[in-house]
């Protein structure tokens, strides 16, 4: 066999190497580094089944308010747990809770909705998944903590459980609220 | 006190390997048996430290000692005293543990087996063994001591995932490890052989039982992984492609090509250096795997902790092992010449196709797993590689594996006759076609996908059954002598037909689950009832109810198809010291498949969100694997063909050790 095929293997491990290297210097549920601190991504979503309203970048951004924007479907399971929390906030006007419905059937989002209550202000119907993609959203639920001036600040991979909340995201909005 | 022993005993464990990788691997020099036998005796020494160390922490968690850190982060006085046991190695420190004890047992069996026929061989097996221990060793004692104190000593600990208080997660990390870390020693095997620069018939034949024995546990713990998933995770999935099960399955593909080309090896003397990359790579996954699962380098629900000091070293001994492998095998594997050689069409043939389309499917799950690795390192973006991928490209190349499968076991060594090969598998075509047809009549739905899967299965069962019954002559000599050699057959033969006939129930399994799936999502209160399947669901009673350690909600149901009752309890758990729920499915196996029924709070008020699935012929999916372990298991007993002329005493053995000799001298002087 030539010299040359016999090293493949060897090469192969070293670029594979290399990047597991790389790669152990980053958080992987961390947000993407060009996104904090950034403006959210432009988008214009249209409104789900039985809504009149949409969600746009500018309607977050217009309110000039911290605000969370959640990433959420029927189909998702650990959405459960985090919707009483979500509801909870919403009745007690914590905060306002924008939702992204990802990857949804027609319908579907609406009747999780009117089953378990609507704990959002405004809600896009992201069916095809392509403003989640410029949110870099790798799952559901996510979601992400946004300033006054409408810069995303913080992203929380998975349900937000009560520790999370009083631990990170609390103490964060708190502070951007005084900022 | 016994902590520190424990700790001490991980110590000199450590400082025995390292003594023991020099003197085996430079053995020449000091004199053959006085090495080997050194090495031996540290091999045992090194276990019974280890195990010592195991069972030591063990006992920590018995007692629940909680001024062991270890034991206080993952243990409590309410759990049930078997998980106590079992949260040994629920967690990083302990798992590693147990890592560096199977593979010491592994270890002292090699070198068992090294005491009957001491050669050159098996002590450079042992030396390449030494190595990869020591490593692990240090791994654990420089970033993951298990006996670390924390005193004064907190009165009561912070418990278990309950996700992980489960029967099948008690018992399937042990399975896995004993395959992963099995694995080894045919790595070990790889090297020793590059180090001499000879591979041959003897090589494979040591190696084959232990390679057959790794996939076997492997097989068997993917099989009680996935069970796991199934009756514990309440998704009602058993595969989802998350990194960590395809860090498991990596392997398990990567061996199959291994125990199938070793086989070549043995009775061919051909495909040698392929078979040593395969021993190389079916390790490096398996080390690969502990990478990504210790590391926390992709975001997974098995992933115990992020911390890059851990995921350093590990990287480090992979660039050691797997770097230092494959630069020998760059530079020796050119010096394994085969002597047998093969035309295209024959047993070997086949077998290198499919050993190809085995690593294809293999790099297919590696880059849908690292993918996402991949570009967030090279451009910083997020994305994720979903079941959709893996099903779209990796499904067509198992396929063609299958098909070939069956054809692979009826032809000849060397040279076979297409035409033969394919009148005999005349049956298991006529059988596929009908079963397609079959399906295209009855099925509701999906029934292009539906058939192809179908005749595919009926196809390799009927090869698997078409093999056997070639051999053993059926209706072609009288039953009797049929019978006579059916008891007759090689194992390896009985383990190659049960495991490819497992196989093909399991692709039953799999293709009737992710084909013919029924679900129904929907809000019920009690009284409600839904159709699904042809089954009549009905919330019958919910009711609250405490556990040992946990608190919990019990959704009955009934189930009435045809006239017949079935009932079916689901639980929601909530397990106050993790502030964590889990869901208990309702699971009720008939033949035809599973009613799945699991339930959510009742947050609006409005019902309970209950999900209730039908999955059709669920239970051939793990009486398939079952059956391939079993195969596996069999195959492994086989001695191979010629052991009575290789063990008789005098002539043969003494030729063979006079052999090896030179050729280690050499390489100890290189």
């Given at each position: 066999m030539n010299r040359f095929a016999l090293l493949i293997p060897l090469g192969v491990f070293i670029i594979v190497g290399a990047v597991f290297a790389a790669g152990l210097w980053r958080d992987p549920s961390r947000i993407p580094s060009q996104l904090i601190d950034r403006p959210l991504p432009v988008f214009n979503l249209p409104p789900i089944e039985g809504f009149d309203e949409g969600l746009s970048s500018d309607h977050i951004i217009g309110e000039g308010e911290v605000a969370l924007i959640n990433v959420w479907g029927?189909?998702?399971?650990?959405c459960h747990i985090e919707h009483p929390l979500l509801m909870a906030l919403a009745e007690n006007d914590v905060i306002p809770i924008y939702g992204i419905d990802w990857k949804d059937k027609p319908g579907d989002g609406t009747a999780w909705l009117e089953r378990f209550g609507n704990p959002y202000t405004r809600i896009g119907d992201d069916m095809d998944g392509r403003v989640a993609i410029d949110f870099g959203v790798t799952g559901a639920p996510e979601t992400f903590v946004v300033d006054k001036q409408g810069r995303v600040r913080y992203k929380q991979v998975g349900p937000i459980t009560q520790q999370a909340w009083d631990d990170v995201l609390w103490p964060l909005i708190e502070e951007l609220r005084r900022s | 006190m016994l902590p520190e022993i424990g700790h001490f005993a991980l110590i000199l464990a450590f400082v025995a390997a390292c003594a023991q990788a020099p003197v085996l691997l430079a053995g020449g020099r000091i004199g053959e048996a006085d090495a080997a036998l050194f090495g031996r005796r540290a091999a045992i020494l090194i276990f019974a430290l280890t195990g010592a160390a195991f069972f030591i922490l063990m006992y920590a968690y018995a007692i629940s000692d909680f001024s062991v850190f270890n034991v206080f982060q993952n243990s409590h006085t309410a759990k049930p005293f078997i998980y106590k046991l079992t949260g040994t190695w629920g967690n990083h420190e302990g798992s590693m543990l147990l890592w560096a004890l199977v593979l010491a047992l592994f270890s002292a069996m090699l070198a068992w087996q090294g005491r009957a026929v001491p050669t050159t061989l098996h002590r450079l097996t042992l030396g390449v063994q030494s190595l990869v221990i020591a490593a692990f060793l240090a791994f654990i004692l420089f970033t993951s001591n298990p006996f670390e104190r924390f005193i004064p000593a907190p009165s009561d600990g912070e418990g278990l995932n309950p996700l992980l208080q489960d029967p099948g997660l008690a018992i399937h990390p042990p399975f896995l490890y004993l395959g992963y870390v099995g694995f080894s020693i045919p790595f070990s095997f790889a090297v020793a052989a590059l180090i001499r620069g000879q591979a041959d018939a003897v090589w494979a034949r040591l190696v084959r039982p232990w390679a057959l024995a790794a996939w076997t546990f492997l097989t068997i713990g993917i099989g009680l992984g996935s069970w796991w998933a199934y009756y514990e995770l309440g998704w009602g999935g058993w595969w989802a492609w998350d990194p960590v099960e395809n860090a498991s399955f990596m392997p398990w593909l990567a061996g199959v090509a291994l125990i199938h080309s070793i086989r070549v090896v043995e009775r061919?003397?051909?495909l040698k250096g392929w078979a040593v990359l395969l021993a190389i790579m079916t390790f490096s996954l398996s080390l690969v795997g502990t990478f990504l699962v210790r590391s926390g380098i992709l975001t997974s629900v098995h992933t115990f902790a992020v911390d890059p000091t851990r995921g350093v070293f590990i990287l480090m001994i992979l660039a050691a092992a797997i770097g230092g492998s494959l630069t020998l095998y760059a530079f020796r594997a050119g010096s394994l010449s085969a002597t047998g050689s093969f035309s295209a069409v024959s047993r070997e043939g086949a077998l290198v196709v499919n050993n190809v389309l085995l690593v294809a499917a293999c790099a297919i799950v590696f880059v849908g797993t690292f993918y996402p690795l991949f570009i967030d390192v090279l451009s910083g973006e997020k994305i994720s590689v979903g079941a959709p991928y893996f099903n779209l490209v990796f499904t067509p190349i198992a396929g063609l594996a299958l098909l070939l499968a069956a054809a692979a076991t009826l032809m000849a060594w060397k040279k076979a006759s297409l035409n033969a090969v394919a009148l005999r598998l005349r049956y298991a075509a006529i059988a596929a076609l009908a079963a397609a047809v079959i399906v295209l009549a009855i099925a509701e739905r999906e029934k292009v996908a539906g058939a192809i899967a179908l005749a595919l299965v009926v196809w390799l069962a009927i090869g698997a059954l078409t093999d056997i019954a070639g051999r053993v002559k059926l209706f072609r000599a009288p039953l009797g002598q049929s019978l006579a050699r059916l008891a007759g057959l090689p194992r390896a033969a009985w383990g190659a037909a049960l495991a490819h006939f497992g196989i093909a129930l399991f692709a039953l399994g799999a293709s009737g689950i992710s084909i013919w799936k029924t679900e129904e999502i929907l809000l019920m209160n009690i009284g409600d009832s839904v159709t699904v399947a042809g089954y009549e669901v009905t919330l019958k009673n919910v009711e609250q109810l405490t556990g040992p350690n946990y608190v919990a909600e019990l959704g009955q149901f009934e189930a009435v198809k045809g006239g017949r009752t079935l009932a079916l309890d689901a639980e929601r758990r909530f397990y106050p010291v993790r502030q964590m729920q889990t869901t208990e499915a309702g699971i009720r196996a008939r033949a035809t498949g599973d009613l799945y029924i699991s339930f959510s709070e009742n947050a609006s008020g409005a019902g309970w969100p209950v999900r209730i699935l039908f999955h059709p012929l669920v239970g051939c999916l793990w009486w398939g694997m079952a059956i391939t372990a079993f195969g596996g298991a069999m195959a492994m007993t086989d001695r191979g063909r010629k052991p009575a002329r290789a063990r008789a005493p005098s002539r043969a053995q003494a030729r063979r050790r006079s052999q090896d000799m030179p050729a280690g001298a050499k390489t100890a002087q290189a």
């Open positions: 029927s189909w998702c399971v650990a | 061919r003397d051909a």
